[in-house]
């Protein structure tokens, strides 16, 4: 294993030089600032983690939580700090689809694909089936790329699905939308 990947792998371990605990410790810094010096760095370097094993991956279609939790399992990045600092308790039952849209953007997401992924996750807990299974029974006449082919599967359950869950699919819309022109 590369001196590299080691540092990163022990990073969430690291206990700071004597000199800095003292240098903190004469500072008279309050040990509530600590643990938010704390959490922010635990928070950035989970952020970092992630954004490169999802640079790796590309889009797969399936739900935001699932792909951030898969990706918190792949790299060993602790994901509470990251989404504590954003004030978000669960990926899964966030409804505030900005919050989970900005921190898609953060983890290097095209708007695109955030859309996509937490519109599949919106239509996964309205209790329809596992999105793959959804998308392989679709069988689309003309294979695309993933990204593609997971919007035209939303797209051609949108018809189907109840009202409410639509209205959360355009409510999904506007929390990307509100994030992306955002960071414009």
Known sequence: MS???QDELKAE???PPS???EAFA???TSPEFLRRCEESALSVLALTKLRRERE???FVQVAFSAYVQGLAKLTGALLEPLLSRRGIVSLEECKNSGSLARLARELGFSDREASALLKVQVVEQSGLAPFPMVVAARKP???SDPLTECELTLESLAGSLPSEIVRELRSVDEGVRGAYVAES
């Open 56 to 58: 790796k991956l590309g």
């Open 3 to 5: 001196d590299e990947r």
């Open 13 to 15: 371990e690291y206990i």
């Open 26 to 28: 004469q500072s008279g």
């Open 19 to 21: 000199w800095l605990q």
């Open 141 to 143: 006449a003309v294979p």
